[in-house]
């Protein structure tokens, strides 16, 4: 396997003393994080192969933590493969009572 991956990520933490003074948002946001990606890479069965046929993709995601603890997720990234859009609400290794 090669892989090539960029990242530019926006952090916001409400714990950091910052504040997002949009109507409701102040009381509903804990943290939020907006990704902008790029991702290059090849796989093979066998050594002579790899790096022969590369993908590339690249995109945008959205995390947001509420207030409650919930974790909410959206990413759109686009490549060789066509478009994929995809929703993730918490994390499935993630279980709380």
């Given amino acids: 396997t090669i892989?090539?991956?960029a990242e530019f990520?926006?952090?916001y933490s409400s714990s950091g003393g910052e504040?997002?003074?949009f109507?409701?948002?102040?009381?509903?946001v804990?943290?939020?994080?907006?990704?902008?990606?790029?991702e290059q890479g090849s796989v093979s069965e066998t050594k002579s192969e790899l790096g022969k046929?590369?993908?590339t993709s690249f995109g945008s995601g959205f995390r947001f933590l509420s207030g409650s603890g919930n974790l909410y997720r959206a990413d759109f990234a686009t490549?060789?493969?066509?478009p994929n859009f995809s929703v993730i609400i918490q994390y499935p290794w993630t279980y709380r009572l």
């Fill in 3 to 5: 892989y090539y991956a």
């Fill in 30 to 38: 804990e943290e939020l994080q907006i990704a902008f990606f790029f």
């Fill in 9 to 11: 990520r926006w952090n």
């Fill in 79 to 82: 490549g060789n493969e066509g």
């Fill in 19 to 21: 504040k997002l003074d």
């Fill in 23 to 28: 109507f409701f948002i102040d009381d509903l």
């Fill in 53 to 55: 046929t590369f993908k």
